[in-house]
């Protein structure tokens, strides 16, 4: 191959990147736009909207399913209180979610996201221990939940670096909350129990799902800001700040 077709190859594969990012945002953004954040909606949903299947340029997976190792709950105090372990929970309808509001201070890099997903499922191992509606419930078996109207709010900030000749972002802070609208949630397949016991602990379960749900977030947040944090870095890092930002 002689240096001219070399040339051209590497000139058309630059133009060609150039173009995939541009085109993952659907065009860019200008700071100076008074409806800018309008501008960044649009991008941004346009960028989930390109990851949801991976993309191995940015070494980021599928979207689906999202997995935590594990969370525990404690419900009283005492040696009968209630205690509750969910290992490799899988979580699938998250890449649904759509990004419903922008707000951004582009002078400090700072941007909030508001998120909605209709629905969003659960599955996991489940083990519990202690005395629930004064039945001893101590067991395992698969537990399941089913999360409608889930809404999120996403804040991060950026610091932004040159590297061969373009401006990135680095991601400095990054803080996630969340809601859910209705749960419905229980267990079944329960080790060495009985229908009585199962029963009652889907009645408390369902009746309790939203203080439930309210003792699991802290170590949910934890878990999913960090898991947000490396996919953003990721993002970040490859994608300069100033293919989505001008002027």
Request: overall charge negative.
């Amino acid at each position: 191959m002689g240096k001219l077709q070399t040339y051209f190859l590497i000139f058309a594969a630059v133009i060609a990147s150039s173009t995939s990012n541009t085109n993952m945002f659907g065009g860019r953004c200008s700071q100076r736009d008074p409806n800018v954040d309008a501008c960044l909606l649009r991008s941004f949903n346009n960028l989930l909207e390109y990851l949801k299947g991976g993309a191995p340029e940015f070494d980021i997976e599928e979207s689906e399913p999202i997995v935590i190792d594990e969370l525990s709950i404690a419900l009283g105090g005492g040696p009968d209180g209630y205690r509750a372990t969910f290992k490799d929970i899988q979580a699938t309808g998250a890449s649904n979610m759509t990004i419903t509001n922008v707000r951004s201070d582009l002078e400090s890099h700072q941007f909030q996201l508001t998120m909605f997903g209709p629905h969003i499922s659960a599955r996991a191992r489940y083990r519990s221990s202690g005395v629930l509606l004064l039945v001893r419930a101590s067991g395992g078996g698969d537990y399941w939940g089913e999360y409608d109207g889930v809404k999120a709010k996403v804040y991060f900030r950026g610091v932004p670096y040159d590297r061969d000749g373009r401006t990135y972002l680095k991601l400095q802070q990054l803080k996630l909350d969340f809601s859910v609208r209705d749960i419905q949630m229980g267990v079944e397949n329960l080790h060495n129990s009985n229908a009585v016991l199962q029963a009652a602990l889907n009645l408390f379960i369902n009746s309790n799902a939203q203080e439930l749900l309210k003792e699991m977030k802290p170590q949910l947040k934890q878990d999913l800001a960090s898991k947000m944090s490396r996919f953003l870095e990721r993002i970040l890092q490859h994608i300069p700040y100033d293919e989505w930002i001008v002027d």
